[in-house]
Every structure is written in structure tokens, then in C-alpha cells.
């Protein structure tokens, strides 16, 4: 099922999705909401903790956790901070807002499949609907490390053997959907990551454009 109004950001830690949701923002357009997981709401605050190395959970309660973070993020009550979303991103949808959302499920299925139990993750993550539009972003991992280098602080899927094994896994997941393309509905477009920022802003302007069907910028 797809969710009409609903555009997602894809790619491995540093691809550069951060930067183009700020861009984004930067047109100030009515229609548009930001948001992002995991949420800044209490589940994704668990979640971020988890990310930083200071809750050590295991790989299935990992699992468990990023899908009931992103249920309430989907099906939660409608809660907005200015243009971004925390929860409620059916309900924006439904309303007409156009929703960007940095990172989604198929962060689950490339991420958690890669050191826990795929089968489990693809089980949790099949009943939510996809996007109208998936961006992802094309990275190879030591291009993406050199860019978080001044971060200071990494989070714990940063690192190289392990983000190889999860570029691995997310093109297994666009092929697959991909395959599947006339049954699921889902708009697929990859991004070389590796291009100038402006660039790749002006690339998906256009494309959410088409999709949409609404002007972003007069030009």
C-alpha cells in the first residue's frame, strides 16, 4: 500500500540525507513537513540513546523498538514543531502537507538485517505502507566515514565493515522493490551522493515536483 504525499530519504550514515532535508526547509513552502527517524518523540529518544553506544540492547529488541517508533511515528497523534513532523504522518498526509521523512523502514531492513535477524525485521516492517517516492542516496562507505569524521562523536553502525554490509543490504531491498514496482506503486530514484549539493537539491526539486504536482520553487 502506498502512502500518498509520503517521500523518504535513504542511505547509509553520512550520504548526505541530513543536508538535503535542511535544503529543503530552506524554501519555507507551506506544504512541506520534515520529519525523521528515529522520532523525537519518547520512543525515538530511547532509540537515539541506543544509536550513541549508552543502552545496550539486543539486535531483536532493536528490531522491535525502530518499529514501534515508527507505528507511532505513522499512527500517532498529529504533532508538529513549526515545519517539522514528530508524529502523525498519515494524518499530515491525509491533509495534503507533503511529508519528507529522513529515513524510514527500509532503514530497518538494511540496518537490522545486517547483524540481527532479517527474517524478524522483514516480518515487523511488512505492514506498513511505503512511500510515494523513495530517494536513495549512493554512497560507498569510506566516501561517507570522511564526511562524519568531524562529528566527533559516531554512532555505533558507523563503521566501515559494517555500513559495506549494509549498502549490500539496501540494494537487495530496491531490488526487490524495484522487481516489484507495478504491484507496489513506489516511485524509486537514486541519487549519486557523490555530486554537488546544489545539484542534488535542484535533482529532487524536480522530482518531487513531478510526483506531487506542486511548484516548489518559481523558476
Do not use: W
Not at 146 to 155: D, V, Y
Not at 181 to 202: C, F, L, Q, S, Y
Amino acid at each position: 500500500m502506498i502512502l500518498k504525499n509520503f517521500i523518504v530519504f535513504e542511505g547509509i550514515d553520512g550520504a548526505g540525507t541530513s543536508t538535503q532535508t535542511k535544503a529543503l526547509q530552506a524554501l519555507n513552502h507551506e506544504k512541506l513537513l520534515f520529519t525523521a527517524e528515529p522520532t523525537s518523540a519518547p520512543t525515538g529518544k530511547f532509540l537515539r540513546q541506543m544509536l550513541k553506544g549508552d543502552v545496550k540492547v539486543a539486535p531483536s529488541t532493536a528490531a522491535f523498538m525502530f518499529a514501534a517508533d515508527r507505528n507511532e511515528h505513522l499512527d500517532g497523534e498529529l504533532q508538529t514543531e513549526g515545519s517539522n513532523l514528530v508524529t502523525g504522518v498519515k494524518k499530515a498526509c491525509q491533509e495534503g502537507k507533503i511529508v519528507i521523512s529522513d529515513r524510514y523502514l527500509f532503514s530497518s531492513l538494511a540496518y537490522q538485517s545486517t547483524d540481527g535477524d532479517a527474517e524478524l525485521v522483514r516480518h515487523l516492517n511488512k505492514f506498513f505502507p511505503l512511500p510515494q517516492l523513495l530517494f536513495y542516496f549512493d554512497i560507498k562507505p569510506q566516501d561517507s566515514l570522511k564526511r562524519i569524521q568531524g562529528r566527533g562523536i559516531r554512532e555505533i553502525y558507523e563503521k566501515e565493515s559494517f555500513l559495506n554490509k549494509t549498502v549490500e543490504n539496501y540494494k537487495k531491498v530496491l531490488d526487490k522493490y524495484s522487481s516489484e514496482k507495478e504491484e507496489n506503486g513506489m516511485k524509486i530514484h537514486i541519487i549519486d551522493a557523490n555530486r554537488p549539493v546544489e545539484e542534488i537539491t535542484d535533482e529532487i526539486i524536480r522530482e518531487v515536483e513531478e510526483t506531487t504536482g506542486i511548484k516548489l520553487k518559481n523558476n
